[in-house]
């Protein structure tokens, strides 16, 4: 029986709730200050959440099923798209902190690229190789850091 809440589709409505949330911290850009930084902060602590469920949960799942480079490479790829966002994090909230404004197009670009890489090359994949047991054990702990309903 095929599992109706598939890895890649939680974590697809996962990507658009952060592009969301992206949005209505963009909307809120240089109207009030200090809205947009307890915006950015709320942002900011769901991208973190996004990558720990990735890292500790999803891809620690499947880097320990292959033995080989290449689930070891996305593996990588992935963990090096978290840190360029974080960094990108970091240069908006020093800029917030000097009460600027944030120009999100750039964070909006690695967001997107991730996503995209993700939703092709990886959850798929997931799906895929993943029995029924694992797919429900990685699930029921996204559930528990995310609460996506």
Known sequence: MERVGKLSSIMFKDHLRLLSLLHRL????????????????NFKWNI???FFVEEKTIFSSFKTRKDGAEPYNLFLEIAKQHTEILNE????????????????????????????????????????EL?????????NRINEIIYLD
């Not at 999100?104 to 990886?122: C, M, N, T, W, Y």
């Not at 029995?131 to 699930?139: G, R, S």
């Open 26 to 41: 963009e909307i809120k850009n240089k109207k009030d200050l200090q809205v947009m930084y307890e915006e950015f902060e």
């Open 48 to 50: 973190e959440k996004h």
């Open 89 to 128: 994090l970091n240069l908006i909230k020093k800029s917030l902190l000097k009460n600027q404004g944030i120009d999100g197009l750039s964070l909006r670009d690695l967001l997107i690229k991730h996503q995209k890489f993700e939703e092709k090359a990886v959850y798929p994949r997931l799906d895929e």
């Open 131 to 139: 029995d029924e047991n694992e797919k429900d054990m990685i699930i």
